[in-house]
Protein backbone atom coordinates (compact mmCIF):
# COMPACT_ATOMS: atom_id res chain seq x y z
CA UNK A 1 0.00 0.00 0.00
CA UNK A 2 1.36 3.48 -1.28
CA UNK A 3 1.85 6.12 1.00
CA UNK A 4 -0.62 8.76 -0.72
CA UNK A 5 -3.03 5.97 0.16
CA UNK A 6 -2.46 6.12 3.60
CA UNK A 7 -2.27 9.54 3.84
CA UNK A 8 -5.13 12.32 3.16
CA UNK A 9 -5.13 14.04 0.25
CA UNK A 10 -5.38 17.24 1.68
CA UNK A 11 -2.17 16.27 3.50
CA UNK A 12 -0.19 15.30 0.38
CA UNK A 13 -1.19 18.30 -1.70
CA UNK A 14 -0.39 20.68 1.63
CA UNK A 15 3.14 18.83 2.09
CA UNK A 16 4.02 19.69 -2.32
CA UNK A 17 3.26 22.78 -1.62
CA UNK A 18 5.71 23.13 1.54
CA UNK A 19 8.20 21.73 -0.56
CA UNK A 20 7.47 23.97 -3.77
CA UNK A 21 7.62 27.10 -1.52
CA UNK A 22 10.80 25.92 -0.05
CA UNK A 23 12.57 25.19 -3.26
CA UNK A 24 11.38 28.56 -4.49
CA UNK A 25 12.74 30.66 -1.44
CA UNK A 26 16.01 29.08 -2.61
CA UNK A 27 16.16 29.37 -5.82
CA UNK A 28 13.62 32.44 -7.14
CA UNK A 29 11.87 34.30 -4.15
CA UNK A 30 15.70 36.34 -3.76
CA UNK A 31 14.79 37.92 -7.67
CA UNK A 32 11.22 38.88 -6.48
CA UNK A 33 11.70 42.36 -5.37
CA UNK A 34 9.56 42.92 -2.38
CA UNK A 35 9.19 39.61 -1.25
CA UNK A 36 9.27 39.42 2.17
CA UNK A 37 6.52 42.13 1.84
CA UNK A 38 4.47 39.43 0.36
CA UNK A 39 5.16 36.37 2.22
CA UNK A 40 4.08 38.68 5.15
CA UNK A 41 0.98 40.17 4.52
CA UNK A 42 -0.28 36.20 3.20
CA UNK A 43 1.55 34.68 6.08
CA UNK A 44 -0.91 37.13 8.34
CA UNK A 45 -3.88 36.27 6.44
CA UNK A 46 -2.99 32.99 7.43
CA UNK A 47 -2.78 33.57 11.05
CA UNK A 48 -5.97 35.66 10.90
CA UNK A 49 -8.04 32.12 9.17
CA UNK A 50 -6.57 30.19 11.51
CA UNK A 51 -7.45 32.21 15.04
CA UNK A 52 -11.04 32.59 13.17
CA UNK A 53 -11.66 28.69 13.69
CA UNK A 54 -11.54 29.08 17.53
CA UNK A 55 -14.22 31.41 16.75
CA UNK A 56 -16.25 29.43 14.14
CA UNK A 57 -16.43 26.46 17.03
CA UNK A 58 -17.94 29.10 19.23
CA UNK A 59 -20.93 29.77 16.78
CA UNK A 60 -22.16 26.08 15.26
CA UNK A 61 -25.67 27.82 14.72
CA UNK A 62 -24.18 30.00 11.36
CA UNK A 63 -23.65 28.05 8.26
CA UNK A 64 -20.45 28.39 8.29
CA UNK A 65 -19.48 25.01 6.56
CA UNK A 66 -18.65 21.60 8.23
CA UNK A 67 -16.84 21.37 11.32
CA UNK A 68 -14.21 18.92 9.45
CA UNK A 69 -13.76 20.88 6.54
CA UNK A 70 -12.90 23.85 8.52
CA UNK A 71 -10.41 21.67 10.91
CA UNK A 72 -8.80 20.32 7.59
CA UNK A 73 -8.25 23.64 6.85
CA UNK A 74 -6.60 24.85 9.78
CA UNK A 75 -4.44 21.88 9.73
CA UNK A 76 -2.85 22.19 6.29
CA UNK A 77 -2.97 25.97 6.46
CA UNK A 78 -1.26 25.50 9.83
CA UNK A 79 1.50 23.35 8.31
CA UNK A 80 1.75 25.79 5.52
CA UNK A 81 2.00 28.81 7.36
CA UNK A 82 4.76 27.50 9.28
CA UNK A 83 6.75 26.67 6.25
CA UNK A 84 6.11 30.30 5.30
CA UNK A 85 7.12 31.78 8.57
CA UNK A 86 10.76 30.23 7.96
CA UNK A 87 10.78 31.60 4.20
CA UNK A 88 9.78 35.13 5.36
CA UNK A 89 11.99 35.37 8.22
CA UNK A 90 14.80 33.89 5.19
CA UNK A 91 15.89 30.89 7.53
CA UNK A 92 17.08 32.68 10.01
CA UNK A 93 16.47 33.51 13.54
CA UNK A 94 16.15 36.71 14.02
CA UNK A 95 18.51 39.07 16.32
CA UNK A 96 16.09 41.69 18.48
CA UNK A 97 14.36 40.77 21.21
CA UNK A 98 11.28 41.48 19.61
CA UNK A 99 11.85 39.28 16.48
CA UNK A 100 12.69 36.48 18.90
CA UNK A 101 9.64 36.69 20.90
CA UNK A 102 7.76 36.86 18.01
CA UNK A 103 9.64 33.94 16.49
CA UNK A 104 9.55 31.94 19.35
CA UNK A 105 5.76 32.56 20.03
CA UNK A 106 5.33 31.58 16.44
CA UNK A 107 7.08 28.45 16.85
CA UNK A 108 5.78 27.20 20.55
CA UNK A 109 1.85 28.22 18.96
CA UNK A 110 3.37 25.69 15.46
CA UNK A 111 4.50 22.85 17.69
CA UNK A 112 1.62 22.64 20.29
CA UNK A 113 -0.82 23.04 16.96
CA UNK A 114 1.18 19.74 15.76
CA UNK A 115 1.03 18.39 19.09
CA UNK A 116 -2.76 19.09 19.20
CA UNK A 117 -3.65 17.35 16.06
CA UNK A 118 -2.06 14.44 16.97
CA UNK A 119 -3.41 13.97 20.49
CA UNK A 120 -6.60 14.97 18.91
CA UNK A 121 -6.53 12.05 16.39
CA UNK A 122 -5.15 9.53 18.83
CA UNK A 123 -6.66 10.20 22.52
CA UNK A 124 -10.37 9.43 21.21
CA UNK A 125 -9.35 6.21 19.86
CA UNK A 126 -7.07 5.47 23.00
CA UNK A 127 -9.88 6.32 25.15
CA UNK A 128 -12.42 4.13 22.79
CA UNK A 129 -9.88 1.04 23.43
CA UNK A 130 -9.93 1.84 27.31
CA UNK A 131 -13.71 0.46 27.57
CA UNK A 132 -15.31 3.35 28.77
CA UNK A 133 -15.17 7.07 29.20
CA UNK A 134 -15.95 8.93 32.50
CA UNK A 135 -17.09 12.58 31.80
CA UNK A 136 -13.77 14.69 32.96
CA UNK A 137 -16.52 16.92 35.32
CA UNK A 138 -17.48 13.60 37.19
CA UNK A 139 -13.69 11.74 37.61
CA UNK A 140 -13.49 13.53 40.96
CA UNK A 141 -16.83 12.39 42.63
CA UNK A 142 -15.80 8.83 40.14
CA UNK A 143 -12.11 8.71 42.04
CA UNK A 144 -14.17 9.64 45.46
CA UNK A 145 -16.42 6.47 45.52
CA UNK A 146 -13.95 4.24 44.50
CA UNK A 147 -11.80 5.37 47.80
CA UNK A 148 -14.90 5.10 49.97
CA UNK A 149 -15.46 1.17 48.11
CA UNK A 150 -11.95 0.50 49.36
CA UNK A 151 -11.88 1.80 52.84
CA UNK A 152 -15.04 0.28 53.41
CA UNK A 153 -13.67 -2.67 51.99
CA UNK A 154 -10.84 -3.11 54.36
CA UNK A 155 -12.71 -2.19 57.38
CA UNK A 156 -15.70 -4.33 56.67
CA UNK A 157 -12.54 -7.47 56.90
CA UNK A 158 -11.47 -5.94 60.09
CA UNK A 159 -14.42 -5.43 62.07
CA UNK A 160 -13.81 -7.74 65.83
CA UNK A 161 -10.15 -7.70 65.19
CA UNK A 162 -6.89 -6.66 64.77
CA UNK A 163 -5.89 -5.20 61.93
CA UNK A 164 -5.42 -7.43 59.32
CA UNK A 165 -2.15 -7.75 56.82
CA UNK A 166 -4.65 -6.22 53.98
CA UNK A 167 -5.37 -3.32 55.87
CA UNK A 168 -1.91 -2.25 56.96
CA UNK A 169 -1.13 -3.05 53.80
CA UNK A 170 -3.90 -0.31 52.21
CA UNK A 171 -2.55 2.19 54.62
CA UNK A 172 0.39 2.02 53.20
CA UNK A 173 0.42 1.20 49.62
CA UNK A 174 -2.61 2.14 48.41
CA UNK A 175 -4.15 5.08 51.02
CA UNK A 176 -2.67 7.50 49.37
CA UNK A 177 -3.22 6.50 45.23
CA UNK A 178 -7.39 6.31 46.10
CA UNK A 179 -7.10 10.04 46.75
CA UNK A 180 -5.72 11.85 44.01
CA UNK A 181 -4.80 11.33 40.54
CA UNK A 182 -1.49 9.62 39.94
CA UNK A 183 0.86 8.73 37.63
CA UNK A 184 -0.29 11.26 35.05
CA UNK A 185 2.90 10.87 32.54
CA UNK A 186 2.52 7.06 32.72
CA UNK A 187 -0.46 7.38 31.57
CA UNK A 188 0.45 9.70 28.73
CA UNK A 189 3.02 7.71 27.25
CA UNK A 190 1.12 4.48 27.70
CA UNK A 191 3.45 2.92 30.19
CA UNK A 192 2.55 -0.35 32.07
CA UNK A 193 4.49 0.17 34.81
CA UNK A 194 2.17 1.39 37.55
CA UNK A 195 -0.12 -1.37 36.89
CA UNK A 196 2.87 -3.53 37.35
CA UNK A 197 4.20 -2.16 40.23
CA UNK A 198 0.74 -2.65 42.08
CA UNK A 199 0.34 -6.19 40.32
CA UNK A 200 3.49 -7.41 42.04
CA UNK A 201 2.44 -6.04 44.98
CA UNK A 202 -0.89 -7.79 45.05
CA UNK A 203 1.00 -10.90 43.92
CA UNK A 204 3.60 -10.42 47.32
CA UNK A 205 0.95 -9.71 49.74
CA UNK A 206 -1.40 -12.80 48.16
CA UNK A 207 1.28 -15.61 49.53
CA UNK A 208 0.76 -14.16 53.80
CA UNK A 209 -3.08 -13.99 52.56
CA UNK A 210 -5.40 -16.02 54.76
CA UNK A 211 -8.49 -18.09 53.48
CA UNK A 212 -11.16 -15.42 54.96
CA UNK A 213 -8.99 -12.27 53.38
CA UNK A 214 -8.90 -13.74 49.50
CA UNK A 215 -12.08 -12.83 48.68
CA UNK A 216 -11.85 -9.19 50.31
CA UNK A 217 -8.34 -8.73 48.60
CA UNK A 218 -9.75 -9.74 44.76
CA UNK A 219 -12.16 -6.92 45.30
CA UNK A 220 -9.41 -4.64 46.72
CA UNK A 221 -7.51 -5.54 43.14
CA UNK A 222 -10.26 -4.69 41.10
CA UNK A 223 -10.98 -1.37 43.27
CA UNK A 224 -7.06 -0.78 42.08
CA UNK A 225 -7.52 -1.47 38.41
CA UNK A 226 -10.28 0.49 38.49
CA UNK A 227 -8.66 3.38 39.88
CA UNK A 228 -5.92 2.63 37.15
CA UNK A 229 -8.57 3.29 34.72
CA UNK A 230 -9.86 6.52 35.88
CA UNK A 231 -6.61 7.83 36.25
CA UNK A 232 -6.05 7.06 32.30
CA UNK A 233 -9.16 9.14 31.71
CA UNK A 234 -8.19 12.00 33.73
CA UNK A 235 -3.89 12.40 32.42
CA UNK A 236 -5.39 12.06 28.80
CA UNK A 237 -8.38 14.81 29.51
CA UNK A 238 -6.48 16.48 31.32
CA UNK A 239 -3.78 16.52 28.73
CA UNK A 240 -6.58 17.93 25.85
CA UNK A 241 -7.79 20.95 28.25
CA UNK A 242 -4.52 22.09 29.26
CA UNK A 243 -3.55 22.55 25.48
CA UNK A 244 -6.44 24.24 24.48
CA UNK A 245 -4.67 26.66 27.17
CA UNK A 246 -1.76 26.98 26.03
CA UNK A 247 -2.82 26.54 22.05
CA UNK A 248 -5.68 28.91 21.99
CA UNK A 249 -4.35 31.96 24.05
CA UNK A 250 -0.97 32.23 22.19
CA UNK A 251 -2.93 32.34 19.09
CA UNK A 252 -4.57 35.12 20.04
CA UNK A 253 -0.72 36.85 20.93
CA UNK A 254 0.74 35.49 17.94
CA UNK A 255 -1.81 37.90 16.40
CA UNK A 256 -0.77 40.86 18.30
CA UNK A 257 2.86 40.52 18.01
CA UNK A 258 2.23 40.36 14.23
CA UNK A 259 0.06 43.50 14.32
CA UNK A 260 2.88 45.28 15.98
CA UNK A 261 5.30 43.41 13.84
CA UNK A 262 3.15 44.95 10.92
CA UNK A 263 3.66 48.34 12.29
CA UNK A 264 7.08 48.62 13.50
CA UNK A 265 8.01 47.55 9.73
CA UNK A 266 6.07 50.17 7.74
CA UNK A 267 7.34 52.66 10.22
CA UNK A 268 10.76 51.97 9.77
CA UNK A 269 10.35 51.95 6.18
CA UNK A 270 8.31 55.39 6.07
CA UNK A 271 11.26 56.77 8.07
CA UNK A 272 14.04 55.78 5.85
CA UNK A 273 11.84 56.75 3.02
Known amino acids: MTATRNTPAALVVTALACLGLAAASVWFIAAVPLHAYLSGWVLLALM ?9 KKV ?59 MSRSFPRRLTVAGY ?3 FE ?4 ARNNLRKMAEALVLRNDEG ?9 YADQFGLFFTKPANFWAHLLESRSPQAAHTSQ ?15 FAELRDLVAQ ?30 FSLLHLVLVHSFSAAVA
Open 60 to 118: PFLRLGKASTWLKLHICMGIFSGVLFFVHMGWSWPAGIFGQLFAGCFLVVFLSGLVGWW
Open 138 to 141: RIPD
Open 133 to 135: ETP
Open 161 to 169: KSPSLAAVR
Open 48 to 56: LILTFFNLR
Open 227 to 256: KHMLDYQYSLQLALRLWLFLHIPLSYSLII
Open 202 to 216: FDEMERYMEKGELKM
